[in-house]
């Protein structure tokens, strides 16, 4: 494993990747919110940036269990537009 490029998983695939080709979704307090930077504190989930990803992990409910809140419809809508589709 390279130390320098920390891993992270997919909430919604299970893939594995570099932490810096992933999106960080982060719960700071009662705030949701994008991390493209991955440095903002709080409870953080990872999901791959790209429309299927996002969309799995909305029928699962994936981001709703890794950060223990609800996620609204809404903030989906945001994650896809981070990611330009």
Known sequence: MDIKHPIRKCVACGDRK???EML???KNKDKILIDPRG???GRGAYLCPDQL???KAKKKNA???ALKTSISDNFYNEIME???K
């Open 18 to 20: 570099n932490k810096r």
């Open 24 to 26: 960080r979704i982060v």
């Open 39 to 41: 440095t903002l504190p």
């Open 53 to 55: 990803c996002i969309e």
């Open 82 to 84: 981070e990611i330009g």
């Open 63 to 65: 981001l709703n269990k």
